[in-house]
Nanobody, 125 residues
Framework: EVQLVESGGGLVQPGGSLSLSCAAT????????MSWVRQAPGKGLEWVSA????????YYADSVKGRFTISRDNAKNTVYLQLNSLKTEDTAMYYC??????????????????WGQGTQVTVSS
């Protein structure tokens, strides 16, 4: 059974930083791309970033490009998202998602059915 456990969210002022983690179990982690997605109150799901199975290739939504960095440690079965220069519009529940294959480009739009509990990021002064 695929399990995803997100952590690291919190309350931060605009311009601040946070580091999110997602620990994964139940599958061969390095065989699959991983993504981060988010959902703001009253809004739909937004894809944020994806990374290939090896970690060599990453993709970002235009809204976070240059501010967020995705990475992964396959030895620890963990994917990370570093959030810098945070804006109020980054406020959302953040989830990691397991891609359907190795390729990060596919993990921009297609994911496995598994969901973690998410981690809340609130950007406010």
């Amino acid at each position: 059974e695929v399990q995803l456990v997100e952590s690291g969210g919190g309350l931060v002022q605009p311009g601040g930083s946070l580091s999110l983690s997602c620990a994964a179990t139940g599958f061969t982690f390095s065989d699959y791309a991983m993504s981060w997605v988010r959902q703001a109150p009253g809004k739909g799901l937004e894809w944020v970033s994806a990374i290939s199975g090896s970690g060599a290739i990453s993709y970002y939504a235009d809204s976070v490009k240059g501010r967020f960095t995705i990475s992964r440690d396959n030895a620890k079965n963990t994917v990370y998202l570093q959030l810098n220069s945070l804006k109020t519009e980054d406020t959302a529940m953040y989830y990691c998602r397991k891609g359907k294959n190795y390729y990060g480009k596919d993990a921009r739009t297609a994911w496995d059915n598994a969901w973690g509990q998410g981690t809340q990021v609130t950007v406010s002064s």
